[in-house]
């Protein structure tokens, strides 16, 4: 069993930055141990992946690709969502989730139907 909690979300100016944090517990395991998504939903859409870590690679969304950046501390057992250059579309919910690793291939990297543990969300605004 993860649990999984998200923090940093906030209303930010377009063109912002925001940093966004994930602290995973799993007992008897660490974080290194399984795939870890960030996925968003704005209202009316579905939830979308858009960044992933998987076994020392990251992979993004072509909508978010150039600005976000995913990272893991493994000894804290946190993962970060580092967001530059924001606009208006990324305004949404963003959730963290983890799967273990072998349901990680592919286009499941970024299907939240492939991901066992999620977090509570933390709302980020992003205004013009």
């Known amino acids: 069993q993860v649990q999984l909690a998200e923090s940093g979300g906030a209303s930010v100016q377009s063109g912002g930055s925001l940093r966004l944090s994930c602290e995973a517990t799993?007992?008897?395991?660490?974080?290194?141990?399984?795939?870890v998504g960030w996925f968003r939903q704005s209202p009316g859409k579905e939830r979308e992946g858009v960044a992933n870590?998987?076994?020392?690679?990251?992979r993004y969304a072509d909508s978010v690709k150039g600005r976000f950046t995913v990272s893991r501390d493994n000894v804290k057992n946190t993962i970060y969502l580092q967001m530059n250059n924001l606009t208006r579309e990324d305004t949404a919910i963003y959730y963290c989730?983890?799967?273990?690793?072998?349901?990680?291939?592919?286009?499941?990297?970024?299907?939240?139907?492939?991901?066992?543990?999620w977090g509570q969300g933390t709302q980020v605004t992003v205004s013009s």
């Open positions: 870590f998987d076994r020392g690679v990251s």
């Open positions: 799993a007992p008897g395991y660490t974080i290194s141990s399984y795939c």
């Open positions: 989730a983890a799967t273990p690793v072998p349901n990680c291939s592919g286009g499941a990297r970024f299907a939240p139907s492939k991901f066992n543990f």
